[in-house]
């Protein structure tokens, strides 16, 4: 069984520009969600996807947008990249929506940096 | 959403029995209490989840009080390996979205 997989590992971008991340699920998941997690911090919830639809979304502004893939594979894309964007992106599968008592995989993320 | 209070660091022996606390006062009866960790330059990884009752599993064991305004993560026996940031979690069970994180407890252990 093949876990969740990121990439690239590392990204290096300056202010102002779009970037690209994408995430491989773990077999047989069909929902991604993706995080941030700045440095000392605990993640913080972007969104999430379901059957290649958006299922929620936290306090990120709209140039945070992303994708699903018929595959469950996904892409968070940043736009107008900011300082504050530099960060630790995460990734999580989970198998099926529907009960909280289904935990999340996660991936090893992608570490952004903004200069 | 409900909130979660946990100590910033705590120490501990390789060896030796850990009591991670968490106090969730407010939370509700929908919500289940999940833990997960983070080592050092990974995503985090689910420990253990429960509702009411106390739980075990491989890697740890969940106490939670008759009041469920608080819980313990367990780790029978602590490896340098456990070093990690460990996160309480409460989780509507109505609701399959976001895992909001707080800034967990971060866990040494001492050889």
């Known amino acids: 069984e093949t876990g969740?997989?990121?990439?690239?590992?590392?990204?290096?971008?300056?202010?102002?520009?779009?970037?690209?991340?994408?995430?491989?699920?773990?077999?047989?998941?069909?929902?991604?969600?993706?995080?941030?997690?700045?440095?000392?911090?605990?993640?913080?919830?972007?969104?999430?996807?379901?059957?290649?639809?958006?299922?929620?979304?936290?306090?990120?502004?709209?140039?945070?947008?992303?994708?699903?893939?018929?595959?469950?594979?996904?892409?968070?894309?940043v736009n107008a990249l900011e300082l504050d964007d530099s960060a630790l992106y995460l990734c999580a599968s989970s198998p099926i929506l529907g009960t909280s008592r289904n935990e999340q995989f996660f991936g090893p993320g992608t570490r952004l940096t903004v200069l | 959403d409900a909130k979660t209070t946990q100590p910033n660091s705590m120490e501990s022996n390789e060896e030796e029995p850990v009591h991670l606390p968490c106090n969730h006062s407010t939370i509700s009866g929908t919500d289940y209490i999940h833990w997960y960790r983070q080592l050092p330059s990974q995503g985090p990884e689910y420990v253990i989840h429960g509702l009411t009752s106390n739980v075990n599993n491989r890697m740890a064991s969940l106490a939670i009080a008759e009041d469920r305004k608080s819980s313990t993560l367990i780790l029978h026996r602590a490896t340098l390996r456990d070093a990690a940031v460990y996160y309480c979690i409460l989780r509507d069970m109505n609701r399959d979205d976001k895992i909001i994180f707080g800034k967990g407890t971060r866990l040494h252990i001492l050889p």
């Open chain 1, 4 to 77: 969740v997989t990121q990439s690239p590992t590392h990204l290096i971008k300056t202010r102002g520009q779009q970037v690209t991340l994408r995430c491989s699920s773990q077999s047989g998941h069909n929902t991604v969600s993706w995080y941030q997690q700045a440095l000392g911090q605990g993640p913080q919830f972007i969104f999430q996807y379901y059957r290649e639809e958006e299922n929620g979304r936290g306090n990120f502004p709209p140039r945070f947008s992303g994708l699903q893939f018929p595959n469950y594979s996904s892409e968070l894309n």
